[in-house]
């Protein structure tokens, strides 16, 4: 699976930190590109399409693993991606709070408190989602996603765990 990373507005460390995390924590990602938000804009669609055809990355099945603005980005880049007949499996938005989800590939929204989660639903909840309880703050999310426990959300039920699990779901 061929993972794009699309980081918010942060400290490129912070990433660095959130793909360590989920290694540790027996999520592998082998094949993955990290859009350079310190050269684009991170919430720019259209430097993130730009920078995957530099990369050569449009031949292949993507999956997008987004934060904050990157979500912004992700979700445009992904809706070009397949409008020029790529294929997108998957897109994860990590507290992409008011952008919208709908779209007609496999979606998932994570918010870092119930009411994040529930505001951003009317926008597109996606298939499965999550939100953190107790809440977290906002970074919290990418950098440490193996200690932000919380709920996952499938259609009416309801499972406690983390957010690295939670991630370990989707992108096995």
Known sequence: MTIIICPGIHDPALTQEFITN????????KDYLIFPTERYPAFSGFHLWQFLQEKNFLQKDLTFLAFSAGVVAAIAAA???QLGGGKVKKMIALDGWGV???SNFSSYRVSHDYFTHWSSALMGDGEISFYADPPVEHLTLWRMPHQVSGWMINKNSYSLTTLATFLATLLT
């Not at 989920?22 to 990602?29: K, M």
């Open 79 to 81: 809706q070009f991606h």
């Open 22 to 29: 989920l290694q540790r924590h027996s999520i592998e990602l």
């Open 100 to 102: 919208p989800l709908f």
